[in-house]
């Protein structure tokens, strides 16, 4: 008696450390990639300005310019001199709208780029994400394209 009360916990025990619910991927399929994002979520990280309408490439280079969307909220802004603070909003994959901006008051030699984005910023309300590479467009026909800042 003993001996099948042995066999029958040793039965169970290899039983129950069996894997359960496992299913295997057919050959000619491919696990979905894990690290695809929506735009969404995309959106929020540290941007650096490479083009805006009507400015120079080195005028942009100088700046510096950058763009920090990582709090979902709260945005800030350097375009050269000045820090800049605003309140957006992501709607979907495409939409976003900026509150009005608040800006340090310092005299810099060349405001141009920074108060253009002051006044414009709001205007901006569509956007796309393509890998590394921030689009923002309004219907001037304005565009600021941005790269990740991480990006390598």
Same mark, same amino acid.
């Given at each position: 008696?003993?001996?099948? #009360? *042995?066999?029958?916990?040793? &039965? ?6 069996? !894997?359960? =619910?496992?299913?295997?991927? !057919? +050959?000619?399929?491919? !696990? ?5 994002? +929506? =735009? &969404?979520t995309a959106i929020h990280r540290v941007w650096k $300005? ?11 280079? $100088?700046?510096? &310019? ?16 000045? +820090? ?17 901006? #608040? ?5 810099? !030699? ?5 108060? +253009? *984005? ?5 205007? *901006? ?8 590479? $921030?689009?923002?467009? =309004? ?14």
């Amino acid at each position: 008696m003993k001996k099948i #009360v *042995f066999a029958f916990i040793i &039965a169970l025990i290899i039983v129950q450390c069996q !894997p359960k =619910n496992q299913t295997t991927m !057919p +050959s000619n399929s491919s !696990p979905k990639k894990e690290n695809s994002t +929506s =735009n &969404a979520t995309a959106i929020h990280r540290v941007w650096k $300005l490479v083009s805006y309408t009507n400015f120079d490439a080195e005028k942009i280079k $100088l700046a510096d &310019a950058t763009l920090d969307l990582t709090d979902k909220k709260r945005g800030n802004a350097t375009m050269g001199c000045n +820090s800049m603070n605003f309140d957006y909003t992501v709607t979907g994959s495409t939409k976003i709208a900026f509150g009005a901006v #608040v800006a340090t008051r310092m005299a810099c !030699p060349d405001m141009e780029l920074e108060n +253009s *984005f002051s006044k414009n910023c709001a205007s *901006f309300t569509s956007y796309s994400i393509e890998s590394h590479k $921030l689009v923002l467009k =309004n219907t001037a026909n304005q565009e600021m394209v941005f790269v990740a800042e991480d990006w390598d």
